[in-house]
């Protein structure tokens, strides 16, 4: 189906059908049974409503220290590989030779939300961030270059991919509420979020 582009954020809806929804799902289970999700401290000391953890070279984290890419989970364990299902997305909607060095993966529970950031922790945003939404659905608001501009929200279900390329890759994005129980996908409902992202050169983090 063609995508749907929203303030140069392009959204396919629909992308992935439920059986290869409940496949990265899996996927994702194995990951956090390696790498189990955490629940970080923004650097100024506010527990994110989120749970994170990450597959790849790289995860994100954050903590008192700031924000930034790490090779080891908090534990000290490494971060399990991507899952191959997830990198085949990837190549199918971006047709890059590159590989991602991240999968950030969130964890929505009831009452999650994301405020208004741009994804910046990385060293070369010539690269598109690609997101994966799986579970309930979720508002998703889309803003330009400037923090406080005009924004478009849309809600996004479960199987619907984001690519955040070229004019998008630097506009600010969150999330603003679930509707929790919406989808039957995850056990405990909720939502889990992938973004699929290329961090190398590191940016030096002090952005954001
Ligand atoms: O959950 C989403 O849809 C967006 C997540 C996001 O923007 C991020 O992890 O940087
Ligand atoms: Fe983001």
Redesign the pocket.
């Given at each position: 189906m063609a995508p749907v582009t929203v303030r140069d954020f392009v959204v396919f809806q629909g992308y992935l059908d439920r059986s290869a929804q409940a496949a990265m799902v899996e996927d994702i289970r194995q990951v956090a049974s390696v790498a189990p999700f955490v629940q970080p401290q923004t650097p100024s000391g506010r527990k994110m409503s989120v749970r994170m953890t990450s597959a790849g070279r790289l995860g994100w984290v954050t903590d008192r220290r700031g924000y930034r890419y790490e090779a080891t989970h908090p534990s000290g364990v490494e971060w399990p590989p991507i899952p191959s299902a997830i990198l085949k997305l990837w190549q199918d909607v971006t047709s890059l030779d590159r590989t991602p060095d991240c999968c950030?993966v969130?964890y929505?529970g009831e009452g999650a939300r994301?405020g208004m950031?741009r994804?910046h922790d990385e060293g070369d945003f010539s690269w598109p961030v690609v997101?994966v939404?799986l579970g309930d659905e979720?508002l998703?608001r889309m803003g330009g270059s400037e923090r406080g501009g005009k924004t478009e929200s849309i809600w996004?279900k479960s199987g619907d991919v984001?690519v955040m390329g070229g004019p998008a890759r630097l506009k600010y994005?969150?999330?603003d509420r679930l509707r929790f129980g919406s989808s039957t996908l995850l056990p405990r409902g909720g939502r889990i979020?992938l973004?699929l992202r290329v961090v190398s050169p590191p940016a030096d983090g002090s952005g954001h």
């Open positions: 950030l969130n929505y994301m950031h994804d997101s939404s979720a998703f996004l984001v994005h969150g999330v979020n973004t």
